[in-house]
């Protein structure tokens, strides 16, 4: 089976604004309360973008690549709500919004499944999280980690594909990555999926996943964990992604939050993303962080066998300009690599240039 994962889809704010149907650009942000000030400063670097854009304008080059790879599956972190609620949550510094006209932006990169246990999902207020799952579920991309409440939010999802076996998703965020507490959903009440990441917490979520889990299957757990623009990975991940394949049997830690990727680790023959970097943001101009290159947007391709081990990873690296994925140049792919292999290290894995991707070496334990 391979699967397609990347980090976080933020197509609120700027890029909503350049869809055909933008919202109400008024945001509360600190310093910027108009969401159409985020396509200004893209314009100040790169020109004009010629608005409103068609729903496949901002995965550009990506479209060719998921042609070329064709991935049975594809698995996103969705981190806007999509949504005309105007209940922005209180306090609350960074509210990402988008139309709901504007799904079809989603439905032509073919998700089949959007984990939404972040910290932005619920962003416009519980109205707001209830038209996001509506709206995915209309073009029918399937969710995990969020729901009208806790059993909803803890399911899984679950794609069958016949004799090949089935993919199991299940999505789960972390107070460090900045969710609100409030957010936990409750038997009573809409939210997430937010945990400690404790083995005796998650058991009674991950266990009837395990005991229910048939050969050839692929169980992947989604988290949001983590502090932005650090290299470090926590001891906390750590342990946390070898429970999860330890005791609950899961083939996939797809990690997510940091703006920039992290390293990569195959443990016990399974493979572990402690950060995917961003994949579609409106970030371009924001200065204070160039040094990371969160410009820079990695799609991974994980060919899985039967066993659920991983037998290759491929990476095709690309760059957000125009609020759109481009292929990356050979000066930024060298960097991206020796990013890689230095984030790689503690790991025992590194990169190797496939013409315009990468492939991920480990050593075999």
Not at 291 to 315: H, K, P
Not at 318 to 340: G, P, T, V
Request: charged share 20%.
């Amino acid at each position: 089976m391979r699967l397609f994962l990347c980090g976080d889809v933020m197509t609120g704010r700027g890029i909503d604004q350049i869809l055909p149907y933008p919202s109400d650009p008024q945001i509360f942000e600190p310093y910027v309360k108009d969401a159409g000030d985020y396509i200004k400063l893209s314009e100040l670097l790169y020109g004009t973008i010629s608005r409103p854009v068609d729903f496949s304008y901002i995965w550009g080059d990506a479209i060719e690549i998921w042609e070329l790879m064709q991935p049975d599956f594809k698995i996103a972190n969705l981190e806007t709500a999509i949504t005309s609620s105007n209940e922005a949550w209180p306090d609350k510094e960074i509210n990402y919004r988008m139309n709901p006209q504007n799904v079809d932006c989603l439905s032509r990169a073919g998700f089949g499944c959007c984990s939404l246990s972040n910290n932005h999902i619920i962003d416009w207020g519980y109205s707001g999280l209830l038209e996001t799952l509506s709206s995915l579920h209309k073009i029918g991309i399937e969710t995990a980690g969020a729901g009208v409440n806790l059993g909803e939010a803890t399911a899984p999802c679950i794609k069958d594909f016949g004799e090949k076996g089935r993919i199991i998703v299940l999505s789960m965020g972390m107070e460090t990555s900045g969710i609100p507490s409030e957010w936990s959903a409750t038997d009573k009440k809409p939210g997430i999926f937010l945990t400690e990441g404790l083995a005796n917490e998650l058991a009674s979520f991950l266990l009837p996943v395990y005991l229910n889990k048939k050969p050839h299957d692929i169980f992947v757990v989604s988290i949001h964990w983590g502090l932005n623009w650090v290299n470090d990975i926590p001891r906390q991940h750590t342990k946390l992604a070898h429970l999860l394949i330890d005791k609950f049997n899961v083939d996939i830690v797809h990690g997510h939050s940091s703006h920039h990727a992290l390293g990569i680790e195959i443990y016990k023959g399974r493979l572990v993303l402690y950060g995917c970097g961003d994949f579609i943001t409106d970030y371009e101009g924001i200065s204070g962080y160039e040094n990371y290159r969160g410009d820079i947007s990695l799609m991974y391709f994980a060919d899985i066998d039967n066993r659920g081990g991983l037998q290759d990873l491929t990476i095709f690296p690309m760059q957000m300009r125009k609020f759109q994925l481009n292929h990356l140049s050979a000066s930024d792919r060298k960097w991206i690599e020796n990013s890689l292999n230095a984030r790689g290290e503690e790991f025992g894995t590194s990169v190797i240039q496939n013409q315009n991707s990468f492939k991920l070496q480990w050593k075999k334990k």
